[in-house]
């Protein structure tokens, strides 16, 4: 069953974008991202525009994340303070990434900028998640090796605005989160992502905090720049398509649910192998597809 998408210009199967949606929400609750570092890649996959990709995505991610987390906070694994610096920082960087995201659009330059964009970030990323979390693994497997801290303090933490952050355990200066939380809203408006990529393995390695406390954390802020982002890209740029964002939200919100149960069976080094799997995956695909020879050498790609 074909359904025509208006602001995609395109057909798609609705079970095909049902499906996708659900499997996207699934890995949403289980890593505590949004999905979108996924769902975008996959939507251009399918032939729709990077643009309308990015903006629908955004409302996908919003659910996404709303919709687990609920649970994170039954659990008592959302550290609520952290979450409002982050999401400040968040709030001001996806409403500068609108801007210049609609400034791409109108310059042509927006579908390549978005595909180098997740290529270099998401085999960047990747690559380090997956070094740091099977050297721990690898620490825990040895019974004579000393098991190190995972975080170890740095300049960063001594900057000024220092605040006590009680679930982190963690006494830093509040410029930290809020400078993680800037970076991630601006790739949320341009790559059309949570940023939990990004935003979990910084929360971790960078701020410090407890693996516990991250997935719920990230999944607060998520939810409010996700909603900004939405809000703006349908009202600036005209790239949000409601039919697609419903479709996927549908199936969203029930696989979110199953994926913030199933991740309380995972170990936090588990969890941080696995996502940094599917990130290298994706960037490899997507850095195929822009070395690869097209099946029609005299079609432009939309």
């Given amino acids: 069953m074909d359904l025509y998408l208006p602001i ?9 974008l049902l499906g996708l949606g659900g499997v996207v929400g699934f890995l949403s609750g289980l ?10 890649p996959l939507l251009i996959f399918l032939g729709v525009a990077p643009a309308v990709a990015v903006g629908s995505g955004a409302a996908h991610i919003l659910s996404s994340s709303v919709a687990g987390l609920p649970e994170h906070i039954r659990r008592r694994t959302v550290d609520f303070r952290m979450g409002a610096v982050l999401t400040t920082g968040g709030v001001v960087g996806s409403s500068l990434g609108v801007l210049l995201f609609g400034w791409l659009k109108r310059a042509g330059h927006v579908d390549i900028v978005v595909t180098l ?3 270099l970030l998401l085999g960047t990323i990747g690559a380090l998640m ?7 693994l690898l620490r ?3 019974p004579s090796g000393r098991r190190r801290k995972l975080h170890q303090h740095h300049w960063l933490h001594g900057l000024p605005l220092k605040v006590r952050f009680v679930e982190s355990r963690l006494y830093i200066s509040a410029l930290l989160p ?9 790739m949320t408006a341009i790559m059309g992502v949570g940023g939990g990529f990004v935003l979990l393995p910084a929360m971790i390695y960078l701020i410090g905090m407890p693996t516990s406390v991250v997935v719920g954390t990230s999944q607060l802020q998520i939810s409010v720049v996700a909603a900004l982002t939405t809000f703006l890209q349908a009202y600036n740029n005209q790239t949000v398509d409601i039919v697609l964002a419903l479709l996927l939200i549908a199936g969203g919100v029930v696989g979110a649910q199953f994926g913030t149960r199933a991740s309380g069976a995972l170990r936090g080094e588990q969890i941080r192998v696995l996502l940094a799997l599917l990130v290298l ?22």
């Fill in 178 to 186: 809020l400078a993680v939380g800037f970076g991630v809203g601006v």
């Fill in 130 to 136: 997956l070094l740091e979390s099977l050297s721990v």
């Fill in 281 to 302: 995956a994706v960037g490899g695909r997507l850095a195929w597809d822009l070395i690869a020879t097209p099946a029609d050498l005299y079609a432009i790609a939309r």
């Fill in 140 to 142: 825990r497997r040895t």
């Fill in 31 to 40: 890593f505590g991202v949004g999905g979108g570092f996924l769902l975008t």
């Fill in 8 to 16: 995609a210009e395109m057909s798609v199967n609705l079970f095909a």
């Fill in 117 to 119: 964009a997740y290529v």
